[in-house]
């Protein structure tokens, strides 16, 4: 009889043939350190490149999202994973994945419902992050904190947990990266518990192209928190 995951760890995917396998083994070595049993859940999300092959040989569970926008990796990920407590990072290397043992920790007390991580506490490497994100991240979260009357110190960061109750209560809709910023404001709206640890982030080990757009990315987050529901 197969025994069902406490942990989901999710990883939206698009284009990182050349880090997820490490993100993949880094996750599984922090769930077995942890003592959890878990599944790592890939949602290839329109790749074109091998990702979606690496990430099998590595032995996660492979779902396919062909709808490109990290909201549509993401909701496709949360609906399919089987965990009770999902855990969501970037495959991209710029997370600590150990990180993800604080998120768990905060889930698994029952004190928390929704749980992100805070890069600005938990430090940014140099060259890690371009200043203007960093200043147009800080500018969008204290925009976002006012709109949505939340202490939510980093909107952005793609290293955040939830119960399953809770990801079963959201509607999540949107389709890019405002993404971020809809669950945190869905979440506060429905009174769910809302808990944050430090996160470390840090350059890639390998080379890679970011697939955040700036202006594009920023806007579509500033017209959310515009219109987006309180």
């Known amino acids: 009889m197969e025994v069902r995951p406490e942990v989901t760890v999710i990883l939206p995917c698009r284009n990182e043939e050349t880090t997820v396998g490490a993100c993949i083994d880094e996750a599984r070595e922090v769930l077995k350190c942890m ?6 859940l890939v949602v ?10 690496i990430a099998k040989s590595h032995g996660a569970r492979l779902i396919r999202e062909p709808a490109p926008g990290y909201g549509n990796a993401l909701r496709a990920g949360i609906a399919a994973a089987n965990g009770d407590f999902l855990l969501i990072a970037d495959s991209d ?5 150990s990180d993800m043992a604080k998120l768990y920790r905060r889930l698994k007390s029952g004190r928390y419902d929704l749980v992100i991580g805070n890069r600005f506490a ?6 890690a992050m371009p200043v203007s994100h960093i200043v147009g991240g800080r500018f969008l979260s204290a925009l976002a904190r006012l709109r949505f009357h939340s202490k939510v110190r980093d909107f952005h960061c793609g290293l955040r947990g939830l119960s399953r109750r809770a ?9 890019g990266m405002e993404f971020a910023t809809e669950m945190i404001a869905q979440a506060q709206a429905g009174g769910m518990r809302i808990g944050q640890v430090p996160v470390s982030l840090k350059k890639s080990r390998f080379p890679r192209s970011s697939k955040l757009r700036t202006i594009r990315d920023g806007f579509r987050h500033l017209g959310y928190i515009i219109k987006g529901e309180r």
């Open 122 to 127: 938990g430090g940014i490497e140099a060259g």
């Open 93 to 97: 290397t710029t997370y600590d994945m």
């Open 167 to 175: 990801a079963e209560c959201l509607e999540l809709k949107t389709e």
């Open 35 to 40: 003592g959890r049993n878990g599944e790592i």
């Open 44 to 53: 290839d999300n329109a790749s074109v490149d091998a990702s979606a092959k």
